[in-house]
């Protein structure tokens, strides 16, 4: 007489199945309750209650023709939702509940509207429908049955009394009860296997986050953003972006790796591209590679502020890039490397093609383009400690930054002599008010960063500086 709350196969039928526990590595048998298992268990339990009824006298005699109805139904509904059209058709489940709605109102309208048989009728239908449907489907279901109930009563009329013999009454009760015991049962069943799905989605979450984490070490972080958010397709694709370009190396390195250790140079090598990717990544540059002792970062891709913002900010990387490497030159030098190490930079701006480059099971996010190899170039022009850049990037900061020219030099690619600039510091560091400063000599380094100190550390460094102080006094007054 209704359609039971089933397998809630919408949500986790095909997911609960092929469910497995994890503490016991088995599979996990989700037995789920169809709608002609739950339409059998219902249509028996009201056949039941109208052959108790009839028995008792409490329901009219014809009544025993619906006992045939009601254990042919539930086959017959099965028979119609899966070997014909309607199998297709839309919610078929709750219009077939609803029209078990319409056959119990009707049922409960011809035995007269007594209490304890209708409820029962009534409360597997509505419980029902709840589980199928939500409230909608119960709302439905209510009014359909009260239609189809006051329609039997206008016909049949009711009972002359509203109360129905002790044993017709217990065996409405039971098997109401069964019936919901049974539904409720497999419900939960149902439950416990989308807290299962829901826990193996959780962990397979964590795991998958936990992947991305690792696979994000070998790309760069905007990159890496850009592709986990769905923003940038993972394909052989290019485009042509104005970009500065920044190459920088260590001068003297190759002397260092004849002298050291390999397992002592590759630590020296690692901490020293972790402190300058640090630095990259603090303002924004694309890390496209580490060779040897190279680095190349990149500005403008896969997000870009604006050309002058790209620009500055590349600049601003370099030099603080060099202002770092002398603290980490006396880290090195605490620690017995006695070669002076120095970086030398170059930074180009210009159009670039950028993207996918490889194959479609290999590929390798990079740029490409003559101002990609003119900062190279200026790279291996540069000093230890200088910074050289393009006239289109001393362009773009000379507002903000002080540069020198460097005269121009030729190369590949480029029709004219290339004009090149090198980097002093940033204006606003420069004359009487400058925030930084640096001093360093042979046995003797100072790096200041006024902007950067506390005041507890203040108090901390004009100790140290004072006792210094003092110490150089009296070895120059001893000698």
């Known amino acids: 007489m209704m359609s039971a709350p089933a397998d809630l196969r919408n949500a986790s039928s095909s997911a609960g199945r092929a469910l497995s526990s994890e503490a016991a590595g088995n599979p996990i048998a989700i037995p789920p309750m169809p709608d002609y298992n739950g339409r059998v268990l219902a249509y028996t339990s009201t056949a039941a209650i109208i052959v ?7 329901f009219p005699q014809w009544l025993l023709w619906l006992v045939a109805g009601a254990l042919t139904w539930p ?79 206008a016909i049949v009329g009711p009972a002359d009394g509203p ?71 993972v394909r052989l694709e290019t485009q042509r972006k104005k970009l500065a370009v920044f190459f920088s190396d260590i001068k003297g390195f190759t002397e260092l790796s004849e002298e050291m250790e390999p397992e002592a140079l590759t630590e020296l090598l690692n901490h020293y591209f972790n402190e300058m990717s640090e630095v990259a990544l603090k303002y924004g540059g694309t890390i496209d590679k580490f060779v040897g002792d190279s680095i190349m970062v990149f500005f403008g891709d896969p997000t870009s502020r604006g050309q002058r913002e790209d620009a500055f900010a590349c600049v601003s990387m370099a030099i603080e890039m060099r202002k770092h490497m002398k603290i980490m030159r006396q880290k090195w030098r605490s620690q017995g490397i006695k070669t002076p190490l120095e970086i030398r930079m170059g930074i180009s701006t210009g159009y670039t093609t950028v993207g996918n480059f490889g194959a479609e099971n290999r590929m390798d996010y990079t740029i490409i383009g003559k101002e990609v190899n003119l900062a ?12 050289l850049v393009s006239y289109e990037t001393f362009a773009l900061i000379k507002d903000k930054i002080m540069c020198r020219d460097k005269g121009e030099i030729t190369v590949k690619g480029f029709v004219k002599p290339v004009p090149i600039y090198e980097v002093v510091d940033f204006r606003r560091d420069m004359g009487p008010n400058r925030s930084f400063l640096e001093h360093e000599h042979s046995g003797f380094a100072m790096y200041l960063d006024s902007d950067k100190i506390t005041e507890k550390e203040r108090q901390a460094i004009l100790t140290a500086l004072e006792d210094a102080a003092d110490r150089l006094r009296r070895e120059e007054d001893v000698s």
């Not at 609803?98 to 119990?104: A, K, L, N, S, T």
């Not at 217990?170 to 539904?183: A, F, P, R």
């Open 376 to 387: 190279s170039r200026l790279e291996s022009l540069a000093e230890p400690g200088e910074i």
């Open 163 to 233: 109360h129905s013999p002790l044993l017709t009454s217990i065996v409405s009760i039971l098997s109401t009860g069964l019936y919901i015991c049974v539904t409720a049962y497999y419900s939960h069943q149902q439950a416990r296997a989308l807290m299962l799905a829901k826990t193996q989605i959780q962990n397979q979450r964590e795991q998958s986050i936990a992947l991305s984490h690792k696979l994000s070490k070998y790309l760069s972080p905007q990159v890496w953003q850009s592709i986990f958010t769905g923003e940038r397709d």
């Open 52 to 58: 108790t009824g009839v028995l008792q006298g409490a």
């Open 75 to 153: 086959h017959i509904a099965h028979a119609l939702t899966r070997r014909t059209f309607l199998r297709n058709s839309p919610r078929i489940r709750q219009k077939m509940l609803i029209f078990d709605c319409v056959v119990g109102g009707a049922f409960i309208g011809c035995i007269g509207l007594i209490v304890i048989p209708s409820l029962a009728v009534a409360l597997m239908l509505m419980f029902s429908c709840l589980i199928v449907g939500g409230i909608r489907q119960w709302v439905l279901g209510t009014g359909f049955m009260a239609a189809s109930i006051a329609g039997a009563v």
